[in-house]
């Protein structure tokens, strides 16, 4: 398929699921606005409608809490009965949204609405309303990034503590299995939505939502504070993807500090801190690969899968290790199409279900960004390319088999349309 129908077939895909003051990720599985589904798909809007872009952002922003957490749900009122779990689930949450008619979930998302907003204003050739955008959105996100770093920090370590998988955005990937093993079971009993329009076994197991649901209870009992969460709870991490990105963040926010005339947001000495801090959690020598730390148990959490390759995408990485984490992970991913985001060979691999191995759009693009920043430009072009073709061939699917190519999850999902269009631009 010629680039022009593929960009013109991406753009359908987020004018269907636009509900005119956000876009939803998939309008019958996701009908709520998702944080980084949504500062991808402002990325993607971006390269034909500035100004639907810029609102995007801008409604992800209103979703803010008073103490700066951005949350990774924002509810549509309208629609409340067709996704689980819904408001009531996080009944304290409410009181800290900073404007009370609006309702979310209690808890974030990697913080890549910050790259967003920085990518989404350097594609405003007029200087003017480039910079009134970033004055408008810059105070909202250096809250939020100092969130992160001052509720967020778990004593020792200047690092983000990550409090659900859902946060992570990675819910059932492997990384995050040693949640089963602590067998959590919620009180309050529910019934799960999202296997409705796709087959359950592509779906998170119940035992999966079992320890969800339970952890929403404890973080709602804590009323959002990591400290009374962490003292009764066996989920607390340092995701090394979720930790990349906010040091993207904190630097493109200091970009966005100069533009307007404002002082570095966040300090060399911090930053410095912080990169060395990450060089000493996430890399595992053994594996050859970034990793994520158990801050509960205090080790890392040795399992390999494509988050330490999309972690290259922060910009922190020590650059003779880009190199050698890409070809580790491809030699481990041998059969698969780029980038599965757990290998063939490891035990955990399912090509069909969700987080387990699948290629997802998002994690691509994150990846073949990372790629270019470190020099590898070759590398960059065949994750750019390969995950054009999957979508050529697929369709704008929610996630992709990564030993078929055929599409899983939902169909004409917004962030695959999105990224699409992006590394379509990129190529111009
Ligand atoms: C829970 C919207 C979201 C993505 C996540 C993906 C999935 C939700 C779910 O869908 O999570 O937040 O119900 O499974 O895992 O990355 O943001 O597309």
Redesign the pocket.
């Known amino acids: 398929m010629p680039d022009q129908r593929l960009a013109a077939g991406a753009r359908r895909v987020l004018r269907a699921n636009d509900t005119g003051r956000w876009t939803v990720?998939?309008p019958a599985?996701?009908p709520h606005q998702?944080?980084?589904?949504s500062a991808f798909v402002a990325v993607g809007l971006a390269t034909f409608d500035w100004e639907r872009a810029a609102a995007e952002i801008d409604a992800i922003l209103e979703a803010r809490w008073r103490e700066g957490m951005l949350p990774?749900?924002r509810y549509d009122p309208r629609r409340t009965a067709d996704?689980?779990p819904g408001p009531d689930r996080w009944p304290r949450a409410q009181a800290h949204v900073a404007d009370s008619a609006v309702r979310t979930?209690g808890i974030t998302?990697p913080p890549i609405v910050v790259t967003a907003t920085l990518l989404v204003g350097r594609r405003q050739p007029n200087r003017e309303r480039r910079l009134a955008f970033w004055r408008r959105t810059y105070p909202v996100l250096r809250r939020f990034v100092e969130y992160l770093s001052h509720r967020r920090r778990v004593p020792g370590s200047p690092l983000v503590a990550v409090v659900h998988p859902?946060e992570?955005?990675?819910?059932?990937s492997p990384r995050w299995d040693h949640l089963r093993g602590a067998g959590l079971r919620p009180r309050r009993p529910f019934t799960r939505q999202?296997a409705r329009g796709v087959p359950a076994s592509d779906?998170?197991s119940d035992a999966d939502y079992d320890g969800?649901l339970a952890l929403v209870e404890l973080l709602d009992e804590a009323d959002y504070e990591l400290g009374t969460y962490r003292a009764r709870s066996p989920f607390c991490v340092h995701d090394v993807l979720a930790d990349a990105l906010w040091y993207r963040a904190a630097r493109d926010l200091a970009e966005m500090a100069g533009e307007l005339g404002e002082p570095p947001p966040v300090s060399r000495w911090r930053l410095d801190r912080f990169a060395a801090a990450f060089e000493e959690r996430h890399w595992d020598p053994d594996l050859g690969l970034y990793v994520d730390w158990d801050c509960v148990a205090g080790r890392r959490i040795a399992r390999p899968t494509a988050a330490g390759l999309a972690a290259l995408a922060g910009g922190l990485i020590v650059p003779e290790r880009a190199a050698a984490t890409w070809e580790r992970y491809a030699a481990l991913s041998a059969g698969a199409r780029a980038v599965c985001t757990v290998p063939p060979g490891d035990p955990a691999f399912d090509a069909r279900r969700?987080?387990r191995g699948p290629v997802?759009a998002?994690v691509n693009w994150l990846v073949a960004d990372g790629l270019a920043s470190a020099g590898l430009r070759a590398e960059a072009a065949s994750v750019r390319d390969g995950t054009l073709d999957l979508v050529r061939e697929a369709g704008f699917a929610?996630y992709f088999d990564p030993l078929t190519g055929e599409p899983c999850g939902a169909g004409d999902?917004?962030?695959t349309a999105a990224v699409t269009l992006d590394l379509l631009a990129r190529a111009d």
């Open positions: 990720p998939s599985q996701y998702w944080n980084w589904d990774h749900v996704y689980f979930s998302n859902w992570s955005g990675w819910d059932n999202d779906r998170p969800y969700y987080w997802w998002p929610e999902f917004s962030w």
